[in-house]
């Protein structure tokens, strides 16, 4: 069953300072939520990317000791494009994420360490769309990042954070999923969109090893189309849109 789709969306809360994107794998955030994070650091806020995996088993034509450094190196390169300097990886194994409490643990510290009012995370659901089934990867790190939201609050959950020096942080105000086919709010994505393409530029091992379009058209196309569907929504401006969780 196709879910709902909200028609108009809403502009996102601006009355925060601090943000962590929390993703499967590198890539995950240029296919859709970069335009905003470029918007956001250029007001002066903050993000912090975390990724579970380095997306090792991303390519089919390299082996995972060499895939996972290089898509390490793009992801960092592509981050700054943004704004964003730090950016910090798991380790989870690539494409066998288990949702589960190791990975709501080791997001939940993040969480503790960087402090954020908002985090923001990928389709969790089943489906993209009610078309596409979604990979194992999302679902499971979208879903631990919700629960971690609330984890990273409570003392008595993970009490080993503590021991490591990590202080319980119930400052989440919100939870911003990307990729959401039910969006409710949504980050206007005119200035941005120009980094956002070259962010998902520098992701250039993957993108050739995915088509043979080239590299700077296809990301091009692809980040404009969704941008412009989503302002039929917004007010007609090209958007990047979240389904919002209040906490």
């Known amino acids: 069953m196709t879910e709902p789709t909200t028609r108009h969306l809403a502009p996102m809360p601006d009355d925060w300072q601090r943000a962590l994107a929390v993703v499967a794998h590198p890539d995950d955030l240029e296919y859709g939520c970069s335009a905003a994070v470029a918007a956001w650091t250029d007001a002066g806020r903050e993000v912090v990317y975390v990724l579970a995996t380095r997306g090792e088993a991303g390519i089919d034509t390299l082996e995972p000791a060499t895939c996972g450094p290089l898509r390490e190196r793009e992801q960092r390169a592509s981050a700054a494009v943004v704004g964003v300097s730090q950016v910090d990886f798991l380790d989870h194994r690539d494409g066998v994420v288990e949702y589960g409490p190791a990975l709501r643990r080791d997001i939940a510290a993040a969480v503790r360490r960087y402090r954020p009012e908002l985090v923001i995370t990928l389709n969790h659901r089943d489906t993209w769309g009610g078309t596409y089934w979604n990979t194992p990867d999302h679902v499971a790190v979208g879903r631990a990042t919700l629960d971690a939201a609330g ?23 919100w939870v911003a999923v990307a990729g959401s086919s039910s969006p409710t709010h949504a980050v206007d994505a005119t200035d941005g969109m120009e980094r956002a393409v070259r962010s998902l530029l520098e992701h250039r091992s993957y993108i050739e090893a995915l088509t043979d379009e080239d590299p700077e058209t296809y990301a091009r196309g692809f980040l404009t189309r969704t941008a412009e569907e989503t302002g039929q929504r917004f007010e007609g401006r090209p958007a990047v849109a979240f389904e919002l969780f209040p906490r």
């Open 151 to 173: 984890d990273a609050g409570n003392r008595w959950i993970f009490p080993e954070l503590t021991e490591r020096g990590l202080q319980p942080w119930d400052g989440v105000r």
